[in-house]
């Protein structure tokens, strides 16, 4: 735990030193996040912040990890590579947002594709080549091999919580402080399994998320990007498999949860009534920032139920 520790202190300060050298270029270069058209008014003050800070993440994670933990285990190359390939996947997006006025990015229907074929990739790495496919049950002293029905489930998972991350990530701070204490939940989790490597990684992307968040509470100096999120969420849900404990990410990514249901009901109940809506406006964060909630008070007490149900994930593992 100590060496854990000790990863994630030295990630948190080698992310808090690019910081500003990484904002200062992006403004020198125009990186400048464009406002979708169809978001709440009140972000139109944040037009032209520079994106893709996910960058000041990825550098510090893949430092650590390339010095240190892959000289004791080479299987964190999984969670490694998922997260590069995802940050690269998401860098493209970003790059192509930039570039368009309405800020949509790379369109889903070439999206999605890459990221499923990523995903299964992982998900055959975690069950061929380290032998994952065990299921834990939260709360129970059991498991569970579901056999081959664990590659598309893992699948499911990790281009699921890249995507819901994603989602979530639309206020100053939610994405980075949410993301963080789902990693906390997670390296302890590995620690008590005495997964010592994992649990390094899993601090490591902690650290770098603090010092990202340094430059990202309200008012944020710079975003993450889809090159942050969509990698911080799919290294998640891979760092969840091999745990094992990968029912629990409904509880400890609750969150991510909640964010991605009020999407996928939005448009259900949108079609459904031909045009009525469920929410004020989705993800539900900007639901309740129309209802009047300030962007920093929705913030924070994210982070407060982030914590408190990452407490409960981390005890139903136990």
């Not at 989790?189 to 010092?211: D, K, R, S, W």
């Amino acid at each position: 735990m100590a060496l854990a520790l000790l990863w994630g202190v030295a990630s948190f300060l080698v992310a808090l030193l690019i910081g500003s050298p990484l904002i200062r270029v992006l403004r020198e270069h125009h990186l400048g996040k464009n406002i979708r058209q169809d978001g709440p008014a009140s972000h139109l003050v944040k037009l032209g912040t520079p994106t893709m800070g996910g960058l000041m993440i990825l550098a510090p994670v893949v430092l650590f990890t390339m010095l240190g933990n892959l000289a004791g285990r080479l299987s964190m190359l999984l969670p490694l590579g998922v997260m590069l390939a995802f940050a690269v996947l998401g860098l493209y997006d970003d790059w192509t947002g930039l570039h368009d006025r309405t800020g949509v990015g790379m369109m889903a229907r070439l999206k999605f594709p890459w990221q499923v074929f990523i995903g299964v990739l992982a998900a055959v790495g975690l069950r061929v080549y380290l032998g994952v496919g065990v299921t834990a049950i939260p709360g129970l002293d059991r498991t569970v091999d579901i056999g081959w029905l664990y590659v598309p489930v893992a699948t499911f998972l990790i281009v699921g919580c890249a995507n819901a991350v994603n989602l979530t990530d639309g206020l100053d701070g939610l994405a980075g402080g949410t993301g963080a204490i789902a990693y906390l939940a997670y390296g302890v989790i590995a620690y008590l399994q005495e997964q010592t490597f994992l649990a390094v990684f899993c601090f490591t992307v902690v650290g770098a998320l603090l010092g990202f968040l340094w430059y990202n509470v309200h008012p944020a100096q710079v975003f993450m990007g889809d090159v942050g999120a969509l990698s911080i969420g799919a290294a998640l849900a891979t760092v969840a498999l091999m745990t094992g404990q990968w029912l629990l990410l409904v509880v400890v990514g609750a969150v991510f949860v909640v964010e991605t249901l009020s999407v996928a009901l939005q448009v259900s109940y949108f079609k459904a009534t031909h045009g009525l809506r469920l929410f004020r406006m989705a993800p539900f964060h900007h639901h309740l920032e129309l209802s009047g909630w300030e962007e920093v008070q929705i913030t924070q007490r994210f982070w407060v139920i982030a914590l408190v149900l990452a407490m409960a994930g981390v005890a139903l593992a136990l």
